[in-house]
């Protein structure tokens, strides 16, 4: 069966409360697509994998997740991934406020 893009990981995004997530948290909805960008020079992880909603930072991938996504994005697949927002829960605490799902597309 073909599908068009592969699960690979799901989580709540790292550091949302410190971020400007809460200016744009009324736009995200589930299926919302996001992007990342890696942050080699992050003075505190140089695996970081930031989160944005179009140009709105929320956050990072989880530090104990992001080695993988970091290192294929420094060898230049980032494109091969694909963020999505998988649920919404305004009255959690912020770090539990979006939870996304991590998927590889399928390029065959």
């Excluded at 179009?54 to 294929?72: C, D, F, H, R, W």
């Excluded at 994005?73 to 939870?99: I, K, M, N, S, T």
Aim: net charge negative.
């Amino acid at each position: 069966m073909y599908e068009p893009s592969r699960h690979m990981d799901t989580y709540c995004i790292a550091g949302f409360q410190h971020w400007d997530g809460a200016l744009v948290l009324g736009k995200l909805e589930p299926g919302t697509e996001l992007r990342i960008a890696p942050e080699p020079e992050n003075p505190y992880d140089p695996e970081a994998v930031a989160i944005y909603f179009k140009q709105t930072k929320l956050g990072y991938i989880p530090a104990s997740e992001n080695a993988v996504v970091s290192l294929m994005c420094q060898y230049g697949h980032a494109g091969a991934f694909e963020l999505r927002v998988l649920q919404v829960d305004r009255e959690a605490a912020p770090w539990h406020q979006v939870r996304v799902g991590l998927f590889v597309k399928d390029a065959r």
